[in-house]
């Protein structure tokens, strides 16, 4: 069985649909804890379902850098096999992202390399593209640069808004995130492995 740390910022609408996914009987992982950065309503679907929460403030901390290095040791203490970063709208410092590189993943609202950074959904809005999509991702070094695990992509209609653009490539980052992760768990998918993007 996969251990899987999810950490959040947000809503944690992607964490709920995986939450639920990973409580079928069958399905080859388990979410042993979610972590914020704050104080995030989407913690509260964790706490629904009894699965142990924690919050590292970031506003707690001088730097980064120590920032970081709490949220390491709450991170190693649930000794997790996968950390899926799920809307957690922070950097992690270098020193955290090689501690747990390549299992380390980000489920991101576009088809990467397009539009990488906090606002891939108003970007693709803005640029006026007629399709973007999402991409779950291994995290590096980089904002949205590390190897591509799986992606999708998804039509932009012409009255979208950021909402409901936003809304159409969620369902994809849920299945992309159910999927792939069954997939890490049964080594189908081998994170070392994977070609950079
Ligand atoms: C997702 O689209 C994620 O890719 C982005 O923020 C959104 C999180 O939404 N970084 P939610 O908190 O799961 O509702």
Redesign the pocket.
């Known amino acids: 069985m996969l251990k899987v740390l999810v950490l959040?910022?947000?809503?944690?609408?992607?964490?709920?649909a995986f939450l639920e996914a990973a409580q079928a009987e069958n399905y080859p992982a388990r979410v042993v804890a979610v972590g914020a950065d704050r104080p995030a309503s989407?913690l509260e679907h964790a706490n629904e379902r009894g699965i142990p929460t924690f919050v590292v403030p970031f506003t707690d901390f001088e730097n980064r850098e120590s920032w970081g290095e709490a949220l390491l040791e709450v991170i190693r203490s649930w000794q997790p096999d996968l950390v899926l970063l799920?809307?957690?709208?922070r950097l992690l410092p270098e020193s955290v992202v090689d501690a747990l590189s390549p299992r380390l993943v980000?489920?991101?609202?576009a088809y990467l390399p397009e539009f990488p950074g906090?606002h891939?959904?108003r970007d693709a809005l803005a640029a006026g593209v007629r399709e973007s999509g999402?991409s779950l991702i291994v995290v590096d070094s980089g904002v949205d640069t590390g190897p591509i695990i799986a992606q999708e992509r998804c039509p932009v209609h012409p009255n979208d808004t950021e909402e409901t653009l936003?809304d159409r490539?969620?369902v994809i980052?849920r299945e992309l995130i159910v999927r792939c992760v069954r997939q890490i768990a049964d080594n189908t998918i081998n994170l070392r492995e994977l070609k950079p993007a």
């Open positions: 959040v910022s947000g809503a944690g609408s992607n964490l709920r989407g799920s809307g957690f709208m980000n489920t991101h609202p906090a891939g959904v999402a936003h490539i969620k980052e």
